[in-house]
């Protein structure tokens, strides 16, 4: 018996259909002298069970649809053989939108989806102190307050103290300075990271007067111990101490900054010194099992709560804030990965526009074609599925392609990437390949669909009877015409968006640092060894290598500063006026306290404003002085001349001291900070500091020195590493080498986007310069003019370009403060941005033109006999 299995059946029907087949062939049997029970017996031989049979018959219309399907795929694959010029453009076009879209997805998947590489990721949380004044901000925690949290918290399981440390690697080999992190015993037993060998910290080992140990990165174990299995027992020098190396961490412990070594905060005299109000500790917790950030963010408003009313004088008007930690690892870099993902998905859905338009102006050409299948019984859904097979099977080749282009891309873009957390985590693995089939299957479905359904539903009479020259539908002319409008508006919100950030990159380069960088050269330099344990001996040494310096060719004036500009290195401390009288308690003003020499000021060009700076008589045993910033003067002072007046500072040094000096103010942040915090500047020789960044202006080729000064600075100690040299305006520059990335990716985006729309415009008037080709020959031969064709052809394509140009406008802008709302954004929108909005439109048509002034050109050269030899 044989079933009909050319369509598919719903299960109900297939089982009555096949009992009936079993009932009729039953009674067959009774007839020819079978009992009842012989003849259902020999039915079931025959045909089997019903669930037998429907489970055949589901198989067989499984391997009847692979059939189709791989049929479906073998003629598409020969249509697209016969027109491989077609074929090449929309793969290539595929590939660039997929591609891009690959690239950034690959970014966006390492940085802000996966998962950090801890045991529960999800329970760590940061805890920042936070100041609600009038200058708010989020800080770090005195180690009596993170002891107290400690104890009182419930509702986390765990909290362990850290900080980020430079220190001088001796002994052995070359002099390096590495980078470490100072922590407290239980670090890793909150991260649950186990060493790979050796073992972690000891609590007992966390208290004043252990022995100093120290675990290595894996990294660093590698590079500089060549992955020694014995390594563990041995020991290494750091700033003239040794230390015992106990254990070596997996690959992927890298955290904090890229740390090469842990030790000990116990170590630290700081640590067990400084009081409730040194903030100094970064806290990192992990919340017990089933308790959330916001239960944990309550718990610490009432502990906050409880330390303001038990310490008034250091706690009031703080609270402790919990922000996951995550959260704190890419919550920066999150709008601007999601502003760069969306960018490309604008250019994803140009490229998507552009192969339908492509698929639609090819369907008129194969009208006949779909005309004849339709006549001999193709339903309109096998054409559409048809259709729809060639769309996916370009998307799939223009996906593999895209694949390698992303993996160039990626490379580029780990390459360009500056200030991205977990940079080493972005590479094109199996979710990014998940992703391209995803986005590159959806994409073919996306611009095939319309025309599908288009192409699918001929007008067989006109189809048929044209001869196959193809009738143009009016419904197809106008959805073509409709996507590259939408191409264009597109295209023109992308432009508007990289113009904005390239103008605010540009606003940023124009403001005024408050300094002179151009010609100077920074060279920071770390005394932590025993040999410089004393204030003397520290200032002894950068008075030695200042007059050392000096002495070269080409130099102009050497200074020293404790914390450069740009480095975002805070030394907040408070102080109080005399004279003036005592504060509430709770309340304090502060400044930041920095150290500098003589020169420093004329080296960096920092105007002096009032009074004087610094001279080589501000010693040690002369009055204590200070030289303050114009913000510092104008918060403290307002309205009066702070010269003379005495402040007493509490850094342990000299007081009171006497302002003798105002200067102009430095971004000490950044260029995209505003200067907010107030400094202070003290007499190097006054309060020396282990931590120093040299300074020297030459007056040729500053990169030059480079050799010479650290000749000079070994020729006074050779156990010095001098590492992170480099030029004040590469300093500069690299503070904005974040925004500078995701500018120039969008730039990039931009014109791509606008090539594409562009390459939719030439497309859709050279369809319609080639459909009107009679039309154009019997307006020629009827006496019209060259300039009459010229302004028809390029009429049409202005039309649409002016059309995208009108929607887009207004689009661009609700999109620029849209963005702008968020505060996070790197960019802003404001009154003096108008150009931007003004010259794009313009800019954009008349790029638009050049593709219809050359179709226009051609369209004129049309021969009217040849044209019509066809009427």
């Not at 089982?15 to 029970?37: F, K, T, V």
């Not at 940079?423 to 611009?447: M, N, P, Q, W, Y």
């Amino acid at each position: 018996m044989k079933f009909p299995f050319w369509r598919r059946r719903r299960d109900e029907e297939l089982e009555d259909e096949i009992r009936s087949h079993l009932e009729m062939a039953a009674r067959d049997r009774i007839e020819r002298g079978a009992s009842e029970e012989e003849a259902r017996e020999s039915a079931r031989r025959e045909f089997g069970n019903v669930g037998l049979v429907k489970e055949v018959t589901r198989e067989m219309w499984g391997w009847t649809w692979l059939e189709q399907l791989g049929k479906d795929l073998h003629y598409g694959a020969r249509m697209l053989l016969k027109s491989p010029g077609f074929a090449l453009i929309s793969i290539i076009t595929l590939a660039l939108g997929i591609g891009v879209n690959t690239a950034i997805f690959s970014v966006v998947d390492a940085v802000l989806l996966r998962p950090l590489h801890f045991i529960e990721p999800d329970s760590l949380v940061r805890l920042f102190y936070e100041n609600h004044g009038s200058n708010s901000y989020w800080g770090n925690l005195s180690r009596p307050n993170f002891e107290d949290c400690k104890n009182q918290s419930r509702l986390i399981e765990s909290l362990a103290a850290y900080g980020d440390r430079n220190q001088n690697l001796t002994g052995s080999g070359d002099p390096e300075r590495v980078s470490l992190a100072a922590v407290s015993a239980n670090f890793f037993k909150v991260l649950k990271v186990e060493p790979v060998l050796g073992r972690g910290f000891l609590p007992e080992e966390d208290e004043p007067g252990a022995p100093r140990v120290v675990v290595l990165s894996y990294g660093f174990w590698q590079r500089r111990f060549g992955a020694d299995p014995q390594i563990v027992g041995k020991t290494l020098i750091l700033d003239g101490y040794s230390y015992t190396i106990i254990g070596v961490m997996p690959r992927e412990a890298q955290w904090p900054n890229s740390s090469q070594f842990w030790r000990l905060l116990s170590v630290e005299d700081a640590y067990a010194r400084l009081g409730r109000g040194a903030q100094f500790l970064k806290v990192i917790g992990r919340l017990k099992p089933g308790v959330s950030w916001q239960q944990a963010q309550a718990e610490m408003d009432a502990i906050s709560g409880g330390l303001a009313k038990q310490y008034p004088e250091t706690n009031t008007g703080w609270s402790m804030a919990v922000v996951p930690f995550m959260e704190v690892i890419v919550g920066p870099i999150r709008p601007t990965l999601l502003m760069l993902q969306s960018t490309v998905g604008f250019v994803l859905l140009i490229a998507c526009a552009n192969v339908a338009g492509l698929l639609l102006a090819r369907g008129a050409s194969r009208e006949k074609e779909v005309a004849i299948r339709a006549a001999v019984g193709a339903s309109r859904w096998r054409l559409a599925r048809q259709m729809l097979t060639e769309s996916v099977l370009l998307a799939i080749v223009g996906g593999a392609l895209a694949l390698l282009l992303a993996r160039w891309a990626t490379r580029a873009l780990i390459a360009l990437s500056v200030g991205i957390p977990r940079v080493k985590e972005i590479g094109v693995d199996h979710r990014v390949l998940g992703f391209t089939i995803v986005i590159s299957l959806g994409a073919g479905l996306l611009f095939g669909l319309l025309p599908a359904l288009q192409i699918s539903k001929p007008n067989l009479n006109e189809s048929l009877k044209e001869g196959g020259r193809g009738a143009v539908g009016v419904g197809r002319h106008r959805l073509r015409s409709l996507l590259v409008v939408s191409e264009v508006a597109l295209s023109l919100i992308l432009l508007v968006g990289a113009g904005l950030m390239i103008k605010s990159l540009w606003r940023l380069l124009a403001v005024d640092p408050g300094f002179a960088p151009d010609g100077v050269l920074n060279a920071p330099l770390l005394l932590n060894s025993p040999r410089y344990s004393q204030a003397a001996e520290q200032a002894a040494f950068s008075a030695h290598l200042v007059r050392k310096l000096s002495t070269l060719p080409e130099v102009e004036s050497v200074g020293i500063i404790a914390n450069r500009p740009f480095s975002s290195t805070y030394n907040l401390i408070a102080f109080d006026v005399e004279g003036r009288p005592p504060l509430p308690v709770g309340q304090s003003i502060n400044a930041e306290n920095n150290s500098a020499t003589p020169d420093y000021f004329r080296t960096m060009r920092i105007p002096l404003l009032k009074g004087r700076g610094f001279t080589d008589e501000d010693t040690g045993q002369s009055p204590a002085v200070v030289v303050i910033s114009e913000t510092m003067a104008r918060r403290y002072w307002p309205g009066e001349d702070p010269l003379g007046q005495q402040i007493t500072v509490s850094d342990g040094g000299p007081n009171p001291r006497q302002i003798v000096g105002v200067v102009g103010d430095v971004k000490q942040e950044g260029l995209e900070a505003a200067v907010m915090i107030p400094m202070m500047y003290v007499p190097f020789m006054q309060s020396p500091r282990g931590f120093m960044n040299l300074m020297v202006r030459s007056s040729g080729d500053v990169a030059n020195l480079t050799a010479a000064v650290r000749s000079r600075i070994h020729e006074l100690d050779r156990d010095i590493p001098v590492e992170g040299v480099i030029t004040m305006s590469q300093l500069v520059l690299g503070s904005l080498a974040t925004r500078g990335f995701s500018t120039l990716l969008l730039a990039i985006f931009a014109g791509l986007a606008l090539v594409l729309a562009i390459v939719g415009v030439y497309g859709v008037v050279s369809y319609a310069v080639q459909q009107r080709r009679r039309e154009i020959g019997l307006r020629m031969a009827l006496g019209a003019q060259s300039s009459d064709v010229l302004r028809m052809v390029v009429g049409q394509g202005m039309k649409l370009a002016a059309a995208g140009v009108a929607i887009g406008t207004p689009s661009a802008m609700a999109m620029a403060i849209f963005m702008t709302s968020f505060s996070d954004m790197p960019f802003d929108v404001t009154l003096g941005d108008w150009p931007i909005f003004v010259l794009i439109p313009p800019l954009l048509l008349a790029v638009a033109v050049i593709p219809c002034l050359s179709l226009a050109r051609r369209a004129t050269k049309i021969d009217p006999l040849v044209a019509l030899r066809c009427e």
